[in-house]
């Protein structure tokens, strides 16, 4: 598997120059995993944008179902009412779906200064199609805005901001530690961070803070099944796996998330057996969080055994969607052999 590429920011980078300068462009398309940036920023465009005394009268807002070149460019006509700009909104549309293209490049291409032109991809991914004229008339005329997942870094520093915020602090290490736990969404972190500082009476913020009101992510939790293995300790497995059962998780969604932690476990064995370190497995999985507790916990587990563990995770897998077998069984059977042979 090769590392995975970084997302492209040029077009983030571009926003944040247009909005501190004051002077939005004509076209965006804002699209992305971290739909609490992507809100954020849009929010700021929107007061940029709708200046003056009418304010929200100047925005427009179009929807898929009524998306044609005709309503668009009624919409883009539409001149500002005691105001410099109009914005104009549209959410979930897939323009390279879409009929009647050589009009929608014709609109494009030919944007009035006044208007400013937000196609919003919520729902819908954003897969542009760069051999065509659209993609072309986008990136000539427009500036496509991926609000990808943050890098540990900027995600750490935002997460103790907000933290300080509510008149706590956390320290590096337990805010990787939250990251690892709760997932590296920006908007489910900030629901986190509101319910830990409640929470916690002192002001600055505990391990057992966090494991008292955190809601942790599957990944997180199919991780300690993963620990309890490495220590031989299957009741300590089954125990976290009946954990999962009581948070609704189906056998097929934990096989899922079990199997790929079993294969990121191969892949920081292999790292050891290699002399490569835990940004290298990072950087293979485009993980968003430390990879040294993977590298502790592969340690704990030859070569040998990590190749048959992943080789036994698909065959469970493969059984639980093929045979008929009770799914529940396949897992406890499957997680009894795993401690037995760690």
Not at 80 to 100: C, N, Q, S, Y
Not at 193 to 199: G, V
Not at 305 to 313: H, K, L
């Amino acid at each position: 598997m090769p590392p995975k590429s970084k997302p492209d920011t040029s077009g983030f980078e571009k926003l944040k120059k247009d909005l501190s300068a004051g002077r939005p462009d004509r076209l965006y398309i804002f699209h992305g995993e971290e739909t609490y940036l992507r809100d954020h920023y849009l929010g700021r465009l929107r007061e940029a944008v709708l200046t003056g005394g009418l304010g929200e009268f100047n925005r427009h807002d179009l929807s898929a179902k009524d998306m044609s070149p005709h309503a668009l460019e009624e919409a883009v006509d539409c001149l500002p009412m005691m105001a410099e700009r109009t914005l104009v909104e549209i959410t979930d549309f897939d323009l390279f779906k879409a009929g009647e293209k050589e009009e929608y490049i014709r609109i494009l291409s030919n944007l009035p200064d006044y208007c400013c032109l937000v196609f919003l991809y919520d729902v819908l991914e954003y897969k542009p199609d760069a051999r065509t004229k659209l993609a072309q008339a986008l990136k000539a005329h427009g500036t496509a805005v991926n609000f990808a997942r943050q890098g540990q870094r900027e995600l750490t520093d935002w997460v103790r901001r907000h933290f300080k915020a509510q008149g706590k602090e956390i320290d590096l290490r337990l805010c990787e530690e939250l990251i690892f736990l709760c997932g590296d969404l920006m908007q489910n972190l900030q629901q986190e961070i509101s319910k830990i500082s409640s929470y916690a009476r002192g002001d600055r913020i505990t391990r057992e803070d966090i494991e008292a009101v955190a809601t942790p992510e599957l990944s997180a939790v199919v991780f300690r099944i993963a620990e309890a293995i490495g220590e031989k300790n299957y009741d300590k497995a089954a125990k976290v796996l009946g954990e999962l059962y009581q948070m609704q998780k189906s056998p097929y969604e934990i096989m899922s998330a079990l199997g790929k932690q079993q294969r990121q476990l191969y892949s920081a064995r292999l790292a050891l057996d290699s002399g490569r370190n835990a940004a290298w497995v990072a950087k293979l999985w485009g993980m968003r969080y430390p990879a040294d507790r993977l590298m502790v916990s592969a340690r704990r587990f030859s070569l040998p055994w990590c190749r048959r563990a992943v080789i036994r995770c698909a065959q469970t897998d493969l059984a639980m969607k093929s045979t008929g077998q009770d799914a529940k069984e396949l897992l406890t059977v499957l997680l009894l052999e795993l401690a037995n042979t760690a």
